[in-house]
Nanobody, 124 residues
């Protein structure tokens, strides 16, 4: 069966960096669009960045907060998706999730396969 597993979260000071990883198994990774989402306590899940058939795409809600600080990439030879985060802010504190969706369209909430998430906490 399909499994999606995120890793790399942790506690970091404001201004620091983290790299999240997401490894998917049980599927032909290259056939899937991939994306990162996050959810802070008391807030809805929001998209961060996606790689689909059109390349790297922002979600509508992420344009303002990504601001060039986050970079998404994938290594199809390793079935792995990455999210490099720099200049982290306390408001980036959230649980970060990876999603994969068959085809070229970016994953959306409620579709595709999801991992359990990895916690990112940014201290001020």
């Amino acid at each position: 069966q399909v499994q999606v597993v995120e890793s790399g979260g942790g506690l970091v000071q404001a201004g620091g960096s983290l790299r999240l990883s997401c490894t998917a198994s049980g599927l032909t990774f290259v056939d899937y669009a991939v994306g990162w989402f996050r959810q802070a306590p008391g807030k809805e899940r929001e998209g961060v960045l996606c790689i689909g058939s059109s390349g790297i795409t922002y979600y509508a809600e992420s344009v303002d907060f990504v601001q060039g600080r986050f970079t998404i990439s994938r290594d199809n030879t390793k079935n792995t998706l990455y999210l490099q985060m720099t200049s982290l802010k306390p408001e980036d504190t959230a649980r970060y999730y990876c999603s994969v969706r068959r085809g070229g369209s970016c994953p959306q909430a409620g579709s595709g396969y999801w991992g359990q998430g990895t916690q990112v906490t940014v201290s001020s």
